[in-house]
């Protein structure tokens, strides 16, 4: 069987369903969704927002101790750029797929902060 396009991504992606934080910045919108996968330039996840493309967010990751061998969850940050947007791929959701430009391992904002639930 053969696919109908060449891979284009260089590093592997891992699937992995987490909660994802994202904010624009300059703005006051915070909205949360769920990764279907990281690598390491980038994420893909769902979510009920609507974002644009080429737009800069900014968002973190929470990772449950399970995954990270931690005693606590840890929160990563990333800043990246939206490269695609589904609409409607799921249950009314969008998916959205963004490159990763940098990563902050320290983050120690407030998570739930200020989320909303949808566009309005």
Not at 4 to 30: D, F, I, N, W
Not at 41 to 64: D, H, K, N, S
Not at 71 to 88: H, I, Q
Request: proline residues 3%; aromatic residues 8%.
């Amino acid at each position: 069987m053969s696919q109908s396009h060449a891979e284009r991504r260089k590093l592997t992606r891992l699937p992995l369903r987490v909660m994802v934080r994202v904010q624009v910045p300059g703005t006051a919108a915070v909205v949360v969704g769920e990764t279907r996968d990281v690598s390491a330039r980038g994420i893909y996840f769902y979510t009920r927002y609507r974002l644009e493309l080429g737009q800069q967010v900014e968002c973190v990751l929470l990772l449950p101790e399970e995954l990270t061998q931690a005693s606590a969850p840890m929160f990563v940050a990333c800043a990246g750029k939206v490269l695609r947007v589904e609409k409607d791929v799921s249950d009314g959701e969008t998916g959205i797929a963004v490159e990763i430009s940098s990563y902050d391992f320290s983050w120690h904002g407030q998570f739930i902060a200020g989320i909303r639930n949808s566009a309005d």
